[in-house]
């Protein structure tokens, strides 16, 4: 039987390319500092930690639509941190964490072969898989006016971005969702960056200055990785047209992917308490000071980065070559060229490290 493996119609996994520069880093002799991934190194919140256990005991399968506990703190949490009000919980559907939901998103909504999914010019990989996953072609464009005469029937929006730290404002939000409307293409908005603005606020595509108050057509996709550091427990939901939620979840209940009932009761417990995620917050605002001012004074230049956990910094070379440089003073960062094209005179450097190991690193840049 002739068989294609599924994993080589997708690109390769960019992170086996950095191995040369991680052992490079990795012999620095006080450690490497690696700021090459986005993943959380504090730990899950004492209340958060309570509610997972809490329910330890359960032996039943959870739902696949969740508590009603789960997606009312969902809505709860929007309004209270995001101003968007009125979210019926019945339109938020748990997802194990926001990877999971992205990469299947295109095929859960009947995206196929002959269709184009549009994604940012740079962006995090799991777009294009999802749209690979389910047939389609990708379209790079930061624009409407990008798009050709293609059959587009989705379109990702990730604001603030991963990798640039770029905030779309309300305008350019506004104008996709119109464009998008006005030709039945679904808008899917990833915002697991949208509690981290810096210099500027950023806004959900369910925004009322955004989408009218009208949900039609548009998805918006939270994780609470980040902004609750829980990244190792999978948990996010999905939230916004009734009628698609409705879609994923009748595709679900056959499907699975269920959340487990201790994380949802964890989820919950982190969606109901933003003392811990302002904490957090505060914690990324100083190290990205940190940081900042580090990369500046050893001359790069750092463009957008205006929210998020990352740094889109270049010294203006390939940035291969400054993987290198980082390197050579212990320090991991990610190549611009892992999220696009365009992205290969920059590195993306993460926020996500400890104080010690922040410091350490704006110590070595700035030697
Ligand atoms: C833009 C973006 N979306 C989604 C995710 C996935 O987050 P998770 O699967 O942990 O919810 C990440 C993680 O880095 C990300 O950067």
Redesign the pocket.
Known sequence: MHRTPVAQTLPDFPWDSLADAKSLAQSHPDGIVDLSV?TPVDPVAPVIQSALSSVASVPGYPTTHGTIEFREAAAKSMERRYGIAGIDPAAVLP?I??????AWLPRLLAVQAGDTVVIPELA?P?YEVGALLAGASVLRADSTVAIGPQRVSMIFL?SP??PTGRVLGVDHLRKVVDWARERGIIVVS?E??LGLGWDTQPVSVLDPAVCGGNLDGLLA?H????TSNL?SY???FVVGDPELVGDLLAVRKHAGMMVPLPIQAAATAAMANDEHEAEQKERYRRRRTILLEAVRSAGFTVDYSEAGLYLWATRDEPCRDTVQWLAERGILAAPGEFYGPTGNKHVRIALTASDERINTAAHRISA
């Open positions: 986005g997802a964490g926001t990877k999971e939901m992205i995090y799991t990730n971005s991963n990833d697991c960056y996709v994780s609470l990785s980040k990244a999978r948990a996010g």
